[in-house]
Nanobody
Framework: VQLVESGGGLVQAGGSLRLSCATSGRTFRYYAMGWFRQAPGKEREFVASITWSVGDTYYGDPAVKGRFTISRDKSQNTAYLQMNNLTPADTAVYYC???????????WGQGTQVTVSS
């Protein structure tokens, strides 16, 4: 399976971005899709995930719940991460993942940079 992220960029604090993760291959074989992020000098952390068939959602850091929304379009084999009210603390490389767990980490995309300026 291939995962290709897009939608990253530079945004001012308080702004919004929508990340997309386009997949190829037999994604229906996998249980969920997710997003992780890694800020400079920090460990990679789980952001959110969504089960492919039912659409159950999970969020990592409590600081993102209420600001970030994960969704998927099964017909397009694409997952999304809508990020609102961004802060400089959200600056990171965001990675799309898929796999067999509710927090999937079996397959990874290349990542997309999100930079939030103050």
């Amino acid at each position: 399976v291939q995962l290709v992220e897009s939608g990253g960029g530079l945004v001012q604090a308080g702004g919004s971005l929508r990340l997309s993760c386009a997949t190829s291959g037999r994604t229906f074989r996998y249980y969920a899709m997710g997003w992780f992020r890694q800020a400079p000098g920090k460990e990679r952390e789980f952001v959110a995930s969504i089960t492919w068939s039912v659409g159950d959602t999970y969020y990592g850091d409590p600081a993102v719940k209420g600001r970030f929304t994960i969704s998927r379009d099964k017909s397009q084999n694409t997952a999304y991460l809508q990020m609102n009210n961004l802060t400089p603390a959200d600056t990171a490389v965001y990675y799309c993942t898929t796999g067999w767990d509710a927090v999937p980490n079996d397959f990874w995309g290349q990542g997309t940079q999100v930079t939030v300026s103050s």
